[in-house]
């Protein structure tokens, strides 16, 4: 009784699977479509999206300086607000030129918990700057 429904179990699995790659198989292939006399094929999205092989058109042109302008805005607003945090960005924040970070005792009661919690000391990594300089250390070639 057991083998039989464990048989019925995995034919239904079977066809499931076969129903999925079918279906992906439709979703993958493009389509001919047949309008009138002419055939048009479908292409899949991320052909049809492919900005890069057709010339930009004014429209497009327009959104583009439009967003850049607005990615300029948010930059500045989210710089002002790392400052205003006390995030001290460029080369002069903590860990510059590669040198260890350090907190004092009074920041290191702070950062205790979570560095015990997360398992490394998240308190002490928001206070580094991103843009810090650091050594390379590469063999030149």
């Known amino acids: ?14 066809l499931i699977a076969v129903a999925g790659f079918v279906l992906f198989l439709a979703k993958c292939r493009p389509i001919a479509v047949r309008s009138g ?10 052909e049809a999206t492919n900005l890069s ?26 710089n002002g607000l790392s400052k205003s945090l006390g995030l001290i ?16 005792p009074a920041e290191e009661e702070k950062a205790k918990g979570p560095h015990e919690k997360y398992g490394y000391n998240s308190y002490l990594s928001e206070k580094i700057s991103l843009d810090r300089s650091i050594p390379d250390y590469r063999p030149t070639k």
């Open 1 to 14: 009784m057991a083998s039989l429904r464990r048989v019925k179990v995995l034919l239904v699995l079977n």
């Open 53 to 78: 092989a057709h010339s930009a058109s004014p429209i497009q042109d327009a959104v583009l300086k439009r967003l850049s302008l607005l990615e300029d805005i948010v930059y500045r607003q989210l």
């Open 37 to 46: 006399d002419a055939f048009h094929e479908i292409r899949p999205r991320a």
């Open 89 to 104: 960005e460029g080369y002069g924040g903590r860990g510059k030129g590669g040198l260890p970070a350090t907190l004092s």
